[in-house]
C-alpha cells in the first residue's frame, strides 16, 4: 500500500507537466487558419472553392489573371489540407508527386516558419499562405480566407 502511494505521489506531478507541455505546444494548432495575401493583392477575398483549386494546382491564377504563388506551413499544413480535401497529407503528397514527375505543375513551397511566410508574402504580391490568425498583422497582409477551428471540413 505505501509503494502505491509513493509511486502516485511521485507520478502526479509529471501528469501535470506532460499536460502543461501537451497544451503548450498543441495551443497554436487550435486557433483559426487564415489566407494572407500581399495588400497589393487585388483579390478582396476568397471562397474555399478557390483557394483548393489554387492549392491543389487546378488554377493557377488570381482575379486579376496574375499567376498565384501558393506557398505551405509545414506546422499547419496537415489541418489546412483536411479542411480543404478530406485527404490525410499522405494522399496529398502522393497527389503532388503524380503531378510533379509528370510535369505538370510544381507543388507550393513549403516553409517552416511564420514569420519567413509573412515575409514572403510582403515581398511577393501574387504569394498566398496560410497561417494561425494570432500571427496576422492586419497592417502587413490581407486576409482572403478563414477556417475556423469549429468549421467542418469544406464540402466540394
Known amino acids: 500500500m505505501f509503494g502505491l502511494l509513493v509511486w502516485t505521489s511521485y507520478f502526479k ?3 501535470f507537466i506532460t499536460l502543461s507541455l501537451l497544451l503548450l505546444f ?4 487550435l486557433a483559426d487558419i487564415v489566407v494572407i495575401g500581399n495588400l497589393q493583392n487585388s483579390n478582396p477575398v476568397m471562397s474555399a472553392r478557390d483557394v483548393q483549386e489554387i492549392y491543389m494546382g487546378r488554377k493557377r491564377a488570381l482575379a ?3 499567376i498565384a504563388y501558393p506557398i505551405d506551413n509545414s506546422d499547419l499544413r496537415k489541418e489546412f489540407y483536411r479542411y480543404l480535401t478530406h485527404r490525410p497529407i499522405a494522399q496529398i503528397n502522393a497527389y503532388w508527386a503524380r503531378l510533379k514527375f509528370s510535369g ?3 507543388p507550393p513551397e513549403i516553409l517552416l ?3 519567413g511566410i ?3 508574402v510582403k515581398a511577393n504580391k ?3 499562405a496560410y497561417i ?3 500571427y496576422v498583422e492586419e497592417s502587413e497582409v490581407r486576409i482572403l480566407f478563414v477556417i475556423k477551428e469549429s468549421d467542418e471540413p469544406y464540402q466540394n
Do not use: V
Not at 498543441?26 to 494548432?29: K, R
Open 126 to 128: 501574387n504569394a498566398i
Open 132 to 134: 494561425n490568425d494570432q
Open 26 to 29: 498543441t495551443s497554436p494548432l
Open 64 to 66: 486579376d489573371n496574375a
Open 104 to 106: 505538370h505543375r510544381a
Open 118 to 120: 509573412i515575409s514572403k
Open 13 to 15: 506531478p509529471m501528469k
Open 113 to 115: 516558419d511564420t514569420k
